[in-house]
């Protein structure tokens, strides 16, 4: 087995459960983990804002890579953070409102969620604050969101044509998901940054990971781990698959396994 020096945690899909909730047995198994000294990453695609409050209470000293690492924070202090700037954000905007009309997206600023969506209701259903398409346009962006609900039909080469320079497209959750994101944000990139002159590598990295922005850390962590609900091509390239997680896969393999 390796030796361990970093654990790298996706959330969604991962650590939480379906309903959002956090089983008692992981919490536990993740704190065992801290008492031997090893480094708890939570690394998810979630900004600040979305994180959940008694997890992030909790772990407030660790490191929490956020937005597919576009943004990393330990004890309230930014380790780093990568962004699209406003000029692009703006060009983007315009891009995108003139084929979609109907289809909603956000972006991500200073660990907040803003939207100019006309619909109050859709941006509160995503935790946006409504602004302005004028103010939103000046904002640089940790990611641009979209949310494909199936209103319209959106071609991803197409929007590759307007992507702005040093941008990426990232594809999660069925497709639902459509993150337009600077192209040094990625969870792997994140974890790199964060190991930086330490004295490991990947090959001391554990990582657990569901979906298809967990892929690179997954396949290049000494020991990735994939969950059983994992995306089929996670499961590929991971070492290791544990039980779901709606069945405290996280614990059963921390538990038995390092």
Same mark, same amino acid.
Request: glycine share 4%; charged share 25%.
């Given at each position: 087995?390796?030796?361990?020096?970093?654990?790298?945690?996706? #959330?969604?899909?991962?650590?939480?459960?379906?309903?959002?909730?956090?089983?008692?047995?992981?919490?536990?198994?993740?704190?065992?983990?801290?008492?031997?000294?090893?480094?708890?990453?939570?690394?998810?695609?979630?900004? #600040?804002? #979305?994180?959940?409050?008694? #997890?992030?209470?909790?772990?407030?000293?660790? +490191?929490?890579?956020?937005?597919?690492?576009?943004?990393?924070?330990?004890?309230?202090?930014?380790?780093?953070?990568?962004?699209?700037?406003?000029?692009?954000?703006?060009?983007?905007?315009?891009?995108?409102?003139?084929?979609?009309?109907?289809?909603?997206?956000?972006?991500?600023?200073?660990?907040?969620?803003?939207?100019?969506?006309?619909?109050?209701?859709?941006?509160?259903? +995503?935790?946006?604050?409504?602004?302005?398409?004028?103010?939103?346009?000046?904002?640089?962006?940790?990611?641009?969101?979209?949310?494909?609900? *199936?209103?319209?039909?959106?071609?991803?080469?197409?929007?590759?044509?307007?992507?702005?320079?040093?941008?990426?497209?990232?594809?999660?959750?069925?497709?639902? +998901?459509?993150?337009?994101?600077?192209?040094?944000?990625?969870?792997?990139?994140?974890?790199?940054?964060?190991?930086?002159?330490?004295?490991?590598?990947?090959?001391?990295?554990?990582?657990?990971?569901?979906?298809?922005?967990? +892929?690179?850390?997954?396949?290049?962590?000494?020991?990735?781990?994939?969950?059983?609900?994992?995306?089929?091509?996670?499961?590929?390239?991971?070492?290791?698959?544990?039980?779901?997680?709606?069945?405290? *896969?996280?614990?059963?393999?921390?538990?038995?396994?390092?």
């Amino acid at each position: 087995m390796h030796n361990i020096k970093l654990i790298s945690i996706d #959330l969604d899909g991962t650590l939480l459960k379906n309903d959002f909730s956090i089983s008692d047995k992981c919490i536990q198994a993740i704190r065992f983990q801290k008492k031997k000294d090893i480094i708890i990453v939570f690394n998810t695609s979630r900004p #600040l804002k #979305l994180l959940p409050k008694n #997890l992030y209470e909790e772990f407030y000293d660790d +490191y929490w890579i956020l937005s597919n690492g576009g943004f990393c924070i330990k004890s309230g202090i930014k380790i780093f953070e990568n962004l699209i700037e406003s000029n692009n954000v703006k060009n983007l905007s315009k891009s995108f409102t003139t084929l979609y009309k109907n289809t909603f997206f956000s972006i991500e600023s200073n660990n907040e969620i803003f939207s100019s969506f006309e619909s109050f209701d859709k941006c509160s259903q +995503y935790f946006a604050q409504q602004i302005s398409k004028k103010d939103l346009e000046k904002k640089d962006v940790t990611k641009f969101l979209i949310i494909d609900e *199936g209103k319209e039909k959106i071609c991803l080469e197409t929007l590759k044509t307007f992507l702005p320079i040093n941008s990426k497209l990232l594809i999660t959750d069925n497709n639902k +998901y459509i993150q337009i994101m600077p192209k040094m944000s990625s969870k792997l990139l994140g974890v790199l940054e964060l190991i930086n002159g330490l004295d490991f590598s990947l090959e001391n990295v554990l990582s657990f990971g569901d979906d298809l922005n967990d +892929y690179e850390l997954i396949k290049n962590s000494g020991i990735g781990v994939a969950m059983e609900n994992a995306h089929s091509e996670i499961k590929k390239v991971s070492k290791y698959v544990t039980k779901s997680n709606e069945e405290n *896969g996280i614990y059963h393999f921390l538990n038995n396994k390092i």
